[in-house]
């Protein structure tokens, strides 16, 4: 049977209900993915928060590892004090962008 058969075998107000409820259930559906959305970005937002002040405390310690190595003497030292200084710049540049996400456009 075809949809205009059915159509028309079946009266009006019935098609209407049908797609009043139909309607409505979309309706639900939508507010709840809003709502969920509206949930998961809260949670980005103060999940790059709790990120930038984990990546904030981290670089500071690397600043005081870099100045403790660089009075020791040695070719071991200066190599840990060369990597500790590249993975503070990424860990800086990797805040900067975080923070640059969060800023409102």
Do not use: C
């Not at 030292?77 to 800023?103: F, G, P, Q, Y």
């Amino acid at each position: 049977m075809e949809l205009t058969e059915i159509l028309k075998s079946v009266d009006a107000p019935a098609i209407l209900i049908v797609l009043g409820y139909f309607l409505y259930r979309a309706d639900g559906k939508v507010k709840e993915k809003e709502d969920e959305i509206k949930s998961l970005n809260e949670y980005i937002r103060i999940s790059d928060k709790e990120n930038i002040k984990t990546l904030s405390e981290f670089g500071k310690f690397l600043e005081s590892l870099i100045a403790n190595v660089d009075s020791i003497k040695g070719e071991l030292a200066k190599e840990i004090s060369h990597s500790a200084e590249m993975v503070k710049n990424r860990i800086d540049n990797l805040r900067t962008i975080i923070e640059s996400k969060n800023e409102p456009r």
